[in-house]
């Protein structure tokens, strides 16, 4: 086994990077330790550090065999430094410097620029698991309790990984880096998370679900990008973090579907055929369709708000250099540097949405929220099927993406989730059709109570397809004791 795939388990950090013999690094991160895990116990699930928990952990970096299950009480979880192998003669794939050897140590002139992404991809990480601290109490099952639980702990070891990169590449202010993102706290006044989506609460099952299903796609999207790096070490690590990242989506994808599939087959069963029928369906103990609608358009908005502006020196300067690539760069057949290419870009043109041709470098922000937006179109196409196949007449559909924006160019209108633009007066009459009102969220709340019999679900959600790892239906993926 090669030195980049072996993992060692002989330090306090399991990690394929020679930690042992690299005292320096070992060091800050050993002092780092302690302080992670201070904060993993104030801020990480509340409640649940104490019980055994079904976790899958990262062992190897090879792709068949990379993760191991077993019960582990959370704060033992091995929060390991995994880099995938390293691409021997691996050459920067676009931008200015195509064709060079990848970096392996920082270059100088991109320094602060490489900094801030490696930053901010390591705040988003705390962020989530800051945001879904309270879930575990009221988890509609142990199998939903046991997923958030992996979700956070993998957020966790995502942390770990940019927080290795800060400490070995960046010296001091790696390090001051470091602290700042246990400082910094989801919603906090005074020291808030750096990007929008991370500050927001997740205040309930149905946000976590579609939290996972956007907000963690918009990481999956970024860190494929980022895995394209010419800065070999970052690229190395993202890459491995998208193996992990494949199960949040798929807790987003299947625990919406599982809300749609129970809310419609009680609708049936009911023989209620109007899907607005929100009371007589609410009586029934499960989430009214319009109203998972409304969450959709939440989520969806502000996770769009992730990609920046359409039109972003940042994301041009980023690409020139060599440190962030497009979505799956190295798929996409063009001469990588887009120098005199062109990309079609929204933008209010005379009071209407229109499509005009932008400078691609620029654009490149646009570019890949459009390969997140035909994902998402893709997923929720995916949900309307479990309801088509229950005979209910209602689809889903993503809101337009001037609809509800903090950032951009649609930062100063107000959409409808069909593209029209509306007034200030029209918006607020009509805002509580298109987004989650206070009355929904206390019926969500009121549906919050928790189900911790193992094989047993909340009455708003279908139990799901398949056990994690092939275990029984009624297996107890986290130890309470009575
Ligand atoms: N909120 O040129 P602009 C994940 C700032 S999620 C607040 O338009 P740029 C995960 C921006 O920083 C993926 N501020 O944007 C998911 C800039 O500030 P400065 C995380 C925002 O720089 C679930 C200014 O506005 N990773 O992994 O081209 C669970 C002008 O910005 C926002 C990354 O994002 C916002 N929404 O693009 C767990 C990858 N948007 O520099 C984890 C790294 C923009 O003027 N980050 N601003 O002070 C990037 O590539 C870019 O920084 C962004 C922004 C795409 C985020």
């Known amino acids: 086994m090669s030195q980049s795939t072996h993992v060692a388990y002989d330090t306090l950090i399991p990690n394929n990077v020679g930690l042992s013999s690299d005292r320096k690094v070992l060091k800050a991160l050993e002092r780092w330790h302690p302080k992670f895990l201070d904060w993993w116990t104030q801020m990480g699930p509340d409640g649940f550090q104490e019980f055994p928990v079904y976790l899958r952990t990262a062992v190897s970096v090879e792709r068949e065999g990379w993760a191991q299950f077993g019960y582990v009480k959370m704060p033992d979880y091995r929060w390991g430094i995994l880099l995938a192998p390293a691409i021997e003669g691996r050459t920067i794939g676009f931008g200015a410097h195509k064709g060079e050897p990848v970096w392996q140590e920082v270059p100088g002139e991109y320094r602060s620029m490489l900094r801030r992404l490696i930053v901010i991809q390591g705040d988003t990480e705390p962020a989530s698991v800051e945001q879904q601290r309270f879930l575990g109490n009221t988890a509609p099952s142990l199998y939903d309790m046991r997923n958030t639980f992996q979700v956070n702990v993998e957020e966790a070891r995502h942390l770990w990984a940019m927080v290795y990169l800060l400490q070995k590449y960046f010296g001091r202010d790696g390090r001051e880096e470091a602290q700042e993102l246990l400082r910094r706290k989801s919603g906090d006044g005074d020291?808030?998370?750096?990007?929008?989506?991370?500050?927001?609460?997740?205040?309930?099952?149905?946000?976590?679900?579609?939290?996972?299903?956007?907000?963690?796609?918009?990481?999956?999207?970024?860190?494929?990008?980022?895995?394209?790096?010419?800065?070999?070490?970052?690229?190395?690590?993202?890459?491995?973090?998208?193996?992990?990242?494949?199960?949040?989506?798929?807790?987003?994808?299947s625990g919406v579907a599982r809300v749609l599939q129970k809310t419609c087959d009680l609708m049936r069963a009911n023989r209620i055929e109007d899907p607005h029928e929100a009371e007589r369906i609410r009586g029934l103990g499960v989430i009214d369709l319009p109203l998972i609608q409304r969450k959709l358009n939440f989520h969806f908005s502000v996770s769009l708000d992730l990609f920046g502006s359409e039109l972003s020196t940042n994301a041009a300067n980023f690409f020139n250099s060599g440190l962030k690539g497009r979505y799956r760069e190295s798929e996409i057949d063009d001469d990588h540097r887009l120098v005199d290419d062109l990309y079609p870009v929204s933008k209010i043109v005379e009071g209407r949405i229109d499509t005009v041709e932008a400078p691609a470098l620029p654009a490149l922000n646009m570019r890949l929220r459009d390969d997140y937006v035909r994902e998402c179109a893709r997923g929720v196409e995916?949900?309307?099927?479990?309801?088509?196949?229950?005979?209910?007449?209602?689809?889903?559909?993503?809101?337009?993406v001037a609809f509800n924006r903090a950032i951009g160019?649609?930062?100063?209108?107000?959409?409808?989730?069909?593209?029209?633009?509306?007034?200030?007066?029209?918006?607020?009459?009509?805002?509580?059709?298109?987004?989650?009102?206070?009355?929904?969220?206390t019926y969500l709340q009121s549906l919050m109570q928790p189900v911790r019999e193992a094989g047993k679900y909340a009455s708003w959600i279908a139990p799901p397809a398949r056990p994690i790892d092939n275990q029984p239906e009624d297996f107890e993926y986290v130890q309470i004791p009575s």
Not at 382 to 400: C, M, Q, S, Y
Not at 419 to 437: C, I, S
């Open 382 to 400: 995916r949900w309307n099927r479990v309801i088509e196949k229950a005979g209910v007449d209602f689809r889903l559909t993503l809101p337009h």
């Open 409 to 441: 160019e649609f930062a100063s209108i107000n959409a409808a989730p069909d593209g029209q633009l509306l007034e200030d007066p029209a918006w607020l009459a009509q805002r509580d059709h298109f987004l989650p009102t206070a009355d929904d969220g």
């Open 191 to 253: 020291a808030p998370r750096l990007l929008g989506a991370f500050n927001e609460q997740t205040p309930d099952w149905l946000s976590f679900f579609m939290f996972t299903f956007f907000t963690d796609r918009d990481g999956k999207m970024q860190l494929e990008s980022l895995a394209q790096s010419g800065f070999d070490p970052l690229a190395r690590t993202t890459r491995f973090m998208l193996t992990e990242e494949a199960h949040h989506m798929f807790v987003g994808q």
